[in-house]
């Protein structure tokens, strides 16, 4: 059973900066893609960040080019994403995602993860 956990979240002025965390069980983590997505109140889910099985290879919207970094340890089945100099247009759930197909590309779209944990939730205060 392939189970994500998202933790990190938390109130911060605008600014400031978090680090999400997403520890997988279940799943060969080492071979497959990961992403984080986001989703505000009354908004769809947004695309954040992906990095590819190799670590190397990232992918980010304009919207968190410059500002978030996604990493991967592959021994630690963990993926993490630093967010730098938030903005209160920041504040939504974080979810971390899993493609099912091993070493695959990054994907923009939602529904083309397989895998989802609950979202942790990140508010940044003016």
């Known amino acids: 059973q392939v189970r994500l956990v998202e933790s990190g979240g938390g109130l911060v002025q605008a600014g400031g900066s978090l680090r999400l965390s997403c520890a997988a069980s279940g799943l060969t983590f080492s071979t497959k893609t990961m992403a984080w997505f986001r989703q505000a109140p009354g908004k769809e889910r947004e695309f954040v960040a992906s990095?590819?099985?190799?670590?190397?290879?990232?992918d980010y919207p304009d919207s968190a080019k410059g500002r978030f970094i996604i990493s991967r340890v592959n021994y630690k089945n963990t993926v993490y994403l630093q967010m730098n100099s938030l903005k209160p247009e920041d504040t939504a759930v974080y979810y971390c995602a899993a493609e099912r197909t091993s070493y695959v590309p990054g994907s923009r779209t939602w529904s083309d993860y397989d895998y989802w944990g609950p979202g942790t939730q990140v508010t940044v205060s003016s």
């Open positions: 990095i590819r099985s190799n670590g190397v290879n990232t």
